[in-house]
């Protein structure tokens, strides 16, 4: 234990990833030349989550405090407080343009007034039902002039705003907080999980080009579009891993720990890559002897499922309007991205566009265990975390969320040394 040796906790923040196949907490905190960087990590398999929807608090709860503890009796530090990812199909999108005539009244913008927009937009909305995760600003107009980007400074009275508004169903947000509250750690914020991940893998050149991320996770593919530096559009597929290994239970009457462990050592999307006459041993359920199947035959199928999860992703690549500029980066990343072929086929069946593998990345210290695609959405919700509390993006207004307002509270709670 280095209990002692981390220095306040103030400057410590943690971050937990709860998905469909895993619990991941990172904590990091900010390094002395001012960059966030990893103090510990821990991860435990959770499937109290499916297809972005909680079905089981008590299951990921005990997987939360699994995580909290290794991290406590690795580096000594107890996790108080935490961002909490969020996900699934119940989450909506809506880009919408408010005005705000009080806004310039001081003779400039100012960067305070900026700092609340945020606020402004989620505080003048009644949406029964409905959770507000974040109100991210897109651009700003004046006197009908369009794509301001930073309005601070400026000589107006009254501005219109453009904001990415993301919502989840409030009954799940309540239940995924419940999930951190069994295991007393409070809620900081939740963070949307396409947002984190493009955190971990886009840098700001490619949000400023127009850029995408891909993250195919256990249960859900989730996508986050930017173009001019600010997310346009957000969506997620009810499609992940999971089916790819469901298809192979169902096909082959094999039980879902098996099947899962046939897709990862046999699955491939290019049949051209494998020997035709290689055959796989299976037990189907039920019964006692093993049977044999082509390898040839397995491919096909996880091939046909992929062909149709990145005609979907296409579908919405050009919804969220990537396709219109042929230099945009569609990066592809999370857990499922790894089957063997599916890049290739997501290079060849996404045109229009750049397709990038997507590596976690830009944290100080990440080993290379992390700089996997399963942990892209834990590592980006910790630095867009950092950015919320370091947030100089916040003071220029170029973008910000409700975080730590209304329902989650403005909770401010820090990190103790156990
Ligand atoms: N080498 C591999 N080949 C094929 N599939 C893989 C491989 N490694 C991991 N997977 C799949 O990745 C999925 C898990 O991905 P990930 O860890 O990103 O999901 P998650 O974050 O738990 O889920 P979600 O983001 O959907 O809530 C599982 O379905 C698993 O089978
Ligand atoms: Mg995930």
Redesign the pocket.
């Known amino acids: 234990m280095t209990q002692g040796l981390i220095g306040t906790g103030s400057d410590l923040i943690a971050a937990i ?1 709860v ?4 619990v991941c907490t990172v904590l990091a905190r900010k390094s002395k030349n001012g960059f966030p960087e990893l103090v510990s990590f821990s991860d435990a398999p959770c499937s109290g ?1 499916k297809r ?1 929807n909680v079905v089981d608090v008590a299951a990921i709860s005990d997987a939360i405090r699994k995580t909290v503890g290794e991290i406590r009796s690795n580096v000594g530090i107890d996790v108080r407080s935490a961002y909490l990812g969020i ?1 699934g199909s119940h989450i909506s999108y809506e880009n919408r343009v408010d005005y705000f005539p009080n806004i310039g009244q001081q003779g400039v913008v100012t960067s305070d007034e900026v700092a609340q927009i945020p606020h402004m937009v989620s505080d003048g909305l009644s949406l029964p039902g409905r959770t507000i995760i974040h109100a991210l600003p897109i651009q700003y107009s004046v006197d009908g002039h369009d794509g301001i980007k930073n309005p601070v400074g400026m000589h107006v009275k009254g501005l219109e705003v453009t904001t990415h508004l993301v919502t989840a169903d409030s009954y799940f947000a309540n239940k995924l907080q419940d999930t951190l509250k069994m295991s007393a750690v409070e809620l900081k914020s939740m963070i949307i ?1 396409p947002f984190a991940s493009s955190e971990a893998i886009l840098t700001q050149t490619e949000k400023d080009i127009g850029s995408a991320v891909v ?1 195919i ?4 593919t989730d996508i986050v579009i930017f173009k001019n530096g600010s997310v346009v559009y957000t969506g997620t597929i009810p499609v ?3 089916q ?2 469901n298809d192979v239970c169902l096909t082959y009457n094999v039980g879902f720990s098996e099947a ?1 462990e046939v ?2 050592k046999y ?1 491939n999307t290019n049949l051209s890559d494998i020997d035709l006459t290689e055959v796989v041993p299976v037990s189907p359920i039920g019964s006692s002897a093993t049977i044999e199947l082509r390898r040839r035959d397995l491919c096909q199928l996880m091939r046909e499922r992929a062909m149709e999860l990145i005609r979907l992703i296409d579908l919405k690549l050009q919804q969220g309007g990537v396709k219109e500029n042929p230099n945009s980066i569609v990066y592809i990343t ?3 991205s ?3 072929g599916f890049y290739e086929m997501a290079e060849q069946f996404i045109p229009n566009c750049v397709v990038k593998r997507g590596f976690p990345d830009f944290l100080m210290g990440i080993t290379d265990d992390l700089r996997n ?2 942990y892209a ?1 834990a590592i980006g919700m910790v630095l867009h975390a950092f950015n919320i509390e370091n947030s100089v993006e916040r003071r220029l207004g170029m973008s910000d969320s409700i975080e730590g307002q209304g329902l989650f509270g403005r909770i401010k709670k820090i990190f103790k040394l156990t």
Do not use: I
């Open positions: 990833d998905g469909t196949t895993k989550v972005g996900t999980e993250d996770g256990g249960g859900t992940g891993g999971f790819f290994t899962e897709k990862v699955g999370g857990g499922a790894q089957l063997r695609p399963s959405t």
